[in-house]
């Protein structure tokens, strides 16, 4: 049953193909009983996946409980196990990526329009009440800034937008985030 949802989360993380992912925790919970064949297959199943464990030596006495499984191995610059700290009996881990944080430097802000809660009823009845054919035949070499303006225009009553800005955090070309 563990493995199964082990499944289950890694098959939602790995549905965008451009996903790192990165799982780290302590596997020995539910090795009880029979703590080799759950964790041989608990590893079988997570390499089925892509996923490569990492760290290679043990975390508590001569077992590695605590592992570090990542299905980009390439972004990891080094990683091992440090000594425990004050009382604990684990050993803990450290990675090192193979990439550097950036301050988030902030791009032009720009509008999102929210066309599930827009009022399309309005907006037709804008639309058709424009005199299209009254500013094509006046302006025979029609500027499409002028048309992209009245659209807008047009779209402002109708629909509910957002401003957001799109941020930098990573140089790895892989994280963006938007900021509200």
Not at 58 to 84: M, Q, Y
Not at 92 to 103: H, T, Y
Request: hydrophobic residues 45%; neutral net charge.
């Amino acid at each position: 049953m563990f493995i199964e949802s082990v499944s289950t989360v890694i098959e939602s993380l790995l549905v965008d193909p451009y996903c790192c992912v990165l799982l780290i925790g302590d596997f020995n919970d539910h090795s009880v009983g029979k703590p080799i064949q759950l964790q041989t297959n608990l590893f079988r199943t997570l390499s089925a996946y892509g996923l490569q464990q990492l760290i290679d030596i043990p975390t508590r006495e001569c077992k590695i409980l605590d592992w570090f499984l990542t299905n980009v191995p390439s972004a990891v610059l080094s990683h091992g196990i440090l000594d425990p700290i004050s009382n604990l009996d684990h050993n803990p881990i450290f990675i090192k990526f193979n990439f550097s944080l950036q301050r988030c430097s902030a791009s032009k802000p720009f509008i999102v329009w929210d066309y599930a809660k827009g009022n399309f009823s309005d907006l037709n009845n804008a639309l058709y009440a424009t005199p299209w054919e009254f500013i094509i035949m006046n302006s025979p070499n029609v500027d499409f800034s002028i048309l992209r303006t009245l659209l807008i225009t047009l779209l402002k009553p109708s629909f509910l937008r957002r401003l957001f800005t799109l941020l930098k955090e990573i140089n790895l070309g892989l994280i963006t985030s938007l900021k509200l």
